[in-house]
């Protein structure tokens, strides 16, 4: 009876221990998936702010106001590459300008500008993307962006007690509740609320 009372108690004592241990882990292991999910969601974020400047530089201060036409842009514009060559004795320098396609010298080969629009890890969604005219001071008028991923379509599958713990860590701070870069209201740059 005795040893039977022990072998109990040392079951009871190795699932007390899982236990434990379970409950120090889930944190953590929801922290590195989350990290992992969010680099990936910055780097598109990044790769839409780069498509997003080339087309604020080639379009007179404005931004593409949906993915059809950044998408779009980013497929069929090209950028002007002047190379200047010496002459040959004594002749004036002679420039060549060629057109290179953006794609190639914003991305690396293969990249699919189709990808822009969907968050990753969202299962289909997509970004959200906002543009608004801004007056300054001065009275010069200019374009604003915003392109956000809330952190429910990055996270989704997670733990639901987790990701709400940190979506309440996130609004205690008052932050965004996700990703995103740029703001509609105070122009930055379009930095990423990361940086």
Not at 38 to 53: F, G, H, M, P
Not at 65 to 77: N, W
Not at 108 to 129: C, M, N, T, V
Not at 136 to 162: F, H
Request: hydrophobic share 40%; glycine share 6%.
């Amino acid at each position: 009876m005795k040893s039977l009372l022990n072998i109990v108690l040392w079951i009871c004592v190795v699932l007390l221990v899982y236990v434990c241990y379970a409950s120090i882990m889930k944190p953590i292991r929801f922290d590195a998936l989350r990290q992992q999910r969010e680099a990936a969601v910055k780097a598109r974020l990044l790769d839409i702010r780069k498509a997003q400047s080339a087309y604020y530089l080639l379009h007179d201060g404005r931004y593409a106001a949906s993915f059809d036409t950044l998408i779009q842009f980013v497929k069929t514009a090209r950028l002007p590459f002047v190379q200047e060559k010496a002459g040959v004795l004594g002749e004036s320098f002679r420039c060549d300008t060629c057109w290179v396609a953006l794609a190639d010298t914003l991305y690396p080969k293969g990249f699919q500008a189709d990808s822009l629009r969907y968050i990753p890890y969202g299962k289909g969604a997509q970004f959200e993307i906002q543009v608004r005219n801004h007056e300054d001071s001065s009275g010069k008028v200019y374009d604003l962006l915003e392109v956000k991923a809330p952190l429910d379509a990055y996270l989704e599958g997670m733990d639901s007690q987790e990701v709400a713990n940190w979506r309440a860590e996130q609004e205690r701070q008052e932050k965004y509740a996700g990703l995103k870069i740029g703001d509609l209201e105070t122009p930055n740059n379009n930095a990423g609320n990361w940086e």
